[in-house]
């Protein structure tokens, strides 16, 4: 009676032991192919993708055109510094940018009235979602915004005013 128990469960744990590695091998195939499907969706999405900034224009950036609200801001922050440490002045072309490097011109043009302006980027802003730029004062005027306080504009980076480095001198 031994003997046939041991035979048994002999074969029982091998048959066990079969169909756990049928049952692997075919799950192993159904994720390799999940995987696969998945990887090639991905690509494709991806490659269908689009996105609001384009390849490189101006050096130091990967804004190449923008589009969205600008505003301004004036007497309140005329006479204080700016984030990029220079005094602000409301008389000057310069305006405020999330994201490009400071010295950078851009190309602000009003989308309403087709009046458009060269700005220096002096100063990081706006914080208002939605908004694209916050210009001078100075700017706002020659786009014709002033009265209604924003304006849709398309903002377009010109060039990259580059910073000289002055060595200490012994």
């Known amino acids: ?6 035979d048994r469960a002999f074969f029982y744990a091998h048959h066990y032991m079969d169909q756990r590695d049928n049952r692997q091998s075919g799950s192993f195939r159904c994720t390799f192919r999940t ?19 384009v390849p490189r224009q101006v050096e ?22 700016t984030a990029s440490g220079e005094t602000y002045n409301m008389h000057e072309m310069t305006a405020a940018h999330r ?14 009235n087709n009046s458009s302006v060269l700005v220096r980027i002096n100063d990081r802003g706006p914080f208002v979602k939605g908004r694209v730029i916050d210009l001078s004062l100075a700017a706002a005027r020659r786009l014709d915004m002033v009265r209604s306080g924003v304006a849709k504009v398309e903002v377009v980076p010109v060039s990259t005013e580059k910073k000289r480095s002055v060595a200490a001198v012994p």
Do not use: W
């Open 1 to 6: 009676m031994n003997a046939f128990l041991s």
């Open 35 to 53: 995987c696969c499907l998945g990887l090639l969706l991905v690509l494709f999405a991806t490659g269908c993708a689009t996105t609001r900034t």
């Open 60 to 81: 130091g950036t990967s804004i190449q055109r923008e589009l969205g609200v600008a505003s301004y801001y004036a007497d309140k922050y005329h006479g204080r510094k």
């Open 99 to 112: 994201r490009l490097p400071f010295g950078t011109k851009v190309r602000v043009t009003n989308l309403d």
